[in-house]
Nanobody, 125 residues
Framework: EVHIVESGGGFVQAGGSLRLSCAASGFTFDSGAIGWVRQAPGKERMGVSILSEGRTWYSSSVKGRFTISSDNAKNMVYLQMDSLNVEDTAIYYC????????????????????WGQGTQVTVSS
């Protein structure tokens, strides 16, 4: 069973940075996928970034500003978020899939198996 705990959210002014951390015990980094999904107020959850078998993916809205990384020995995944804007305000969830995604046209298709409780990120103008 995978247990996920996120941390690192908070308040930041537009243009600032935050680093989210995800502790994913029980997850094997050699296979499957781990990533970040966010849910803005009144909107559906949307994928932000994925790391799977050494391959990364970013949504178009964060590409070039966010960076996903991992420390496999510590079962940790990080999301470095730079140049934040008010549209980045959301609850950020770390999620795990036990299977690697199917890549279609560079887009990952997968089903998340486990979720963390989420961490709030609020960007003020």
């Amino acid at each position: 069973e995978v247990h996920i705990v996120e941390s690192g959210g908070g308040f930041v002014q537009a243009g600032g940075s935050l680093r989210l951390s995800c502790a994913a015990s029980g997850f094997t980094f050699d296979s499957g996928a781990i990533g970040w999904v966010r849910q803005a107020p009144g909107k559906e959850r949307m994928g932000v970034s994925i790391l799977s078998e050494g391959r990364t993916w970013y949504s178009s809205s964060v590409k070039g500003r966010f960076t996903i990384s991992s420390d496999n020995a510590k079962n940790m995944v990080y999301l470095q978020m730079d140049s934040l804007n008010v549209e980045d305000t959301a609850i950020y969830y770390c999620a795990v899939s036990q299977q690697a995604p199917e890549w279609v046209g560079g887009m990952p298709l997968l089903t998340w198996d486990s979720w963390g409780q989420g961490t709030q990120v609020t960007v003020s103008s």
